[in-house]
């Protein structure tokens, strides 16, 4: 949520620090001056001053001492009270550091806090627990959706071989309804192979490589250059070599997903996409743009869930199993990379991968 800037808690409780000590020293002074006054060590003037009695050189040094004391109070609770605060609040800096780290994904992410018991500990053990939970939750989900994936790839790759003998037969009679048949379990097929690729994905069970993601999207393009006349909609590939650190089938297939969304879900005629790389000091960045028709930015916020197709964006000959984008997403996470969906003003859609960069290869 938006919220004005403000004073941060390590200044808050450093002032109060300070503040505290200053006005301690300021009752400490008072008191020490009235206990001298009312011993007689100090007098007024006619005009209201202060002023030593006669022969109590003492007290004549009053109050520049009590000014200088007033000066060293303010700067030691100053120092003092910001040292001691940024102590007190480490561990719950390191709690925000934990936060935003499984907010990017990393479920296995734990604080485990050191030290005897006190609320922040408190604090940091439930939410260890939590994320112990949820993460269990989460793996039980994958697992299931994987063994499911498994278990239907082999009678999908059944009937697929037997839909493709009828179909071949020259013998029969021309059926429709063979011929339907294979696409559903065409269709089928992909989407079993893109619940296993979320699954493995999500486990980031993978080996990490050095990758160009450049020579990914010339691949990606050349493959689907195919598709995209088929379409009419112009491809263009450009930009700088990206090197990025992570496995380079799961990154073709982000790739791939991204440019055959752009190729499908795009004008009737004459459309275009524009895949670009960009290398950055400590990023690589890989960006597929499109035209189509306008997408307002309710609909842009849900086209990475599941099974959400934007169907009105989508032809009926290339409706997909749903899964494009929510691959792309997974996958992304999984390589601890960023994913940005702009609906374009001209319509359209400008998707952006960032990943982390890697040295260029000699």
């Known amino acids: ?15 109060s620090y300070a503040g505290f000590l200053v006005v301690a020293g300021v009752l400490l002074l008072s008191a020490i001056g009235a206990f001298l006054w009312q011993e007689g060590w100090l007098q007024t003037t006619a005009e209201g001053a202060w002023r030593a009695t006669p022969g109590t050189t ?51 992410h734990r604080i485990r806090l050191p030290g005897r018991q006190d609320e922040f500990r408190e604090l940091a053990d439930a939410f260890d627990m939590m ?8 793996a039980e989900q994958r697992r299931f959706a994987a063994n ?15 839909l493709e003998v009828a179909r071949a037969d020259p013998g029969r009679a021309a059926d429709p309804l063979i011929d339907r048949l ?26 990490r490589e050095h990758v160009d993601l450049s020579l990914m999207a010339e691949e990606a393009t050349e493959t689907l250059l195919p598709l995209a006349e088929e379409h009419g ?3 263009e590939t450009d930009g700088d070599v990206a090197p990025t650190i992570g496995s380079p089938a799961l990154l073709l297939q982000l790739t791939t997903n991204l440019v055959h969304n752009a190729i499908v879900h795009n004008l009737p005629q004459h459309g275009s996409v524009w895949v670009t790389t960009e290398a950055r000091p400590k990023t690589v960045v890989l960006t ?10 309710e609909s842009v916020s849900t086209l990475t869930e599941p099974f959400q197709r934007g169907t009105e964006r989508v032809r009926s000959d290339q409706a997909g199993v749903g899964l494009g984008l929510a691959v792309v997403e ?7 990379g960023t994913l940005v969906l702009t609906p374009r003003s001209a319509g359209g859609l400008r998707i952006t991968v960032e990943l982390r960069g890697a040295p260029l290869r000699e």
């Open 288 to 297: 597929v743009e499109n035209t189509g028709e306008p997408i307002t930015p």
């Open 148 to 162: 499911a994936s498994h278990e239907l790839r082999t009678p999908l790759s059944v009937s697929k071989s037997l």
């Open 58 to 108: 003492f007290v004549r040094g009053f109050a520049p001492t009590a000014a200088a004391v007033m000066v060293f109070l303010l700067v030691f609770g100053l120092l003092g009270g910001w040292i001691l605060a940024g102590r007190m609040l480490a561990p719950l800096d390191r709690i925000t550091h934990a936060t935003r780290t499984v907010a990017n994904g990393s479920l296995s």
């Open 330 to 336: 997974t996958i992304t996470h999984a390589h601890d």
């Open 131 to 138: 994320l112990a939970r949820l993460e269990a939750h989460v």
């Open 233 to 235: 909609v112009t491809l």
């Open 182 to 207: 294979h696409t559903v379990n065409t269709r089928a097929i992909d989407l079993t192979e893109a619940l296993l690729l979320l699954s493995r994905a999500g486990r980031r069970s993978f080996t």
């Open 1 to 15: 949520m938006d919220r004005a800037p403000g004073l941060s808690v390590r200044l808050k409780l450093t002032l």
